[in-house]
């Protein structure tokens, strides 16, 4: 109640005093910095009184600075570093989206986050900083979201070979291709980078042969496709053929076996004829087509690997000429038709004169 006046600086301001809620208020001038702000207040005995406090005056706003860390990720948590650069105190440091504070040292300004990513590819984090003076500023990164590994294809091979070696070939599409590797014998293969083609040559052993492409990307990101060719070597078996002695018709049909799993043809020439196979009784059938004498067929077994083998089947036939069944029809019909001429003539005795 005996305030006389109260003094501002630095300036040395009066200010206004409203007795009746014992406020007052004033306005100083700041200089960039750390400001010693002081109330003076006199009473009216001429005692004194003085309030101080520290006040940080910048016309800068903050600045948010990225440090070092990965920007592309295989995990959907991403950390991300860096500063908070602020003359005057700052007060919230938000990343979005999920408006997650983040903790700030506030010596340094150093900053780590830990952040969801939403979505595969690039993710968009967008941090916010307001100082104590009520600023804010922002700032974006871009984290790239890859959890997917390389796709491969591999070119077509055939399912049965009968060669020791083969060619492993095709294309994988990654952004960041790290290597591919054929298993077994899994050392990297050749990699034509600017196609992301790779090709390897690869021993085979008799029977099932099992390949694994593998295709890494420098994310550690892995996918693996498998490879199956059988290697085989063995011909193809024919059982022999029991036909008849002599054929009487210019069409044969009969039945063959065979001793192979992996058939893939049986061919029987002249005549380009391709024998029905039932591979559940390993047993084959043709019709033939013969002409009158001795023929001879040469059946040719091939297996999906491309081995082959041949036998042969001898048919005699002896069929009788069209004329010659015409010529004796006719001198049959001619006997019938004298035949019914004598029974005639016995029937009717000869007219006296």
Sequence with gaps: RNIAKIVLYPGGVAAVINPADRRFEGTVKLFPGKNLVRAV?????????????????????????????????????????????????????????????????????????TVMLSSFGENSLLFKAEDASGRVVSAEVMVFL?????????????????????NISGTVQSADLSEVTVSPQGAPVSLDAKRQKFSVVRKLREGRNVFSVTASDTLK??????????????????????????VTTDSYSFTGRFDEENIATI??????????????????????????????????????????????????ARLEKQENVL??????????????DSLKAVKEPKKQK
């Design 267 to 316: 061919k029987i020439e002249p005549g380009g004829i391709t024998a029905e196979i039932d591979t559940a009784t390993f047993s084959y059938t043709a019709v033939l087509k013969v002409s009158d004498g001795d023929n001879i067929f040469n059946v040719t077994a091939t297996d999906k690997a491309g081995n082959f083998s041949m036998s042969r089947i001898s048919l005699v």
């Design 221 to 246: 990101n892995i996918t693996q496709k498998q490879v199956v060719i059988t290697r085989d070597v063995v011909k193809p078996r024919l059982a022999p053929v029991s036909v008849a002695s002599v």
């Design 41 to 113: 207040a006199f009473d009216r005995s001429g005692r004194t009184m003085e309030l101080r406090r520290h006040v940080v005056f910048s016309d800068k706003p903050a600045e948010i600075k990225f440090g070092q860390f990965a920007k592309a990720v295989r995990d959907r948590s991403a950390l991300v570093r860096g500063n908070v650069i602020s003359e005057t105190p700052l007060k919230t440091l938000t990343v979005f989206p999920g408006s997650q504070p983040v903790s700030v040292d506030k010596t340094t300004g150093a900053f780590s986050a």
């Design 327 to 340: 010529d004796r029809l006719k001198k049959k019909i001619e006997m019938l038709e004298k035949q019914v």
């Design 146 to 166: 890859d959890n997917e590994g390389p796709a491969i294809s591999v070119d077509l091979l055939p399912e049965f070979i009968a060669d020791s070696v083969v």
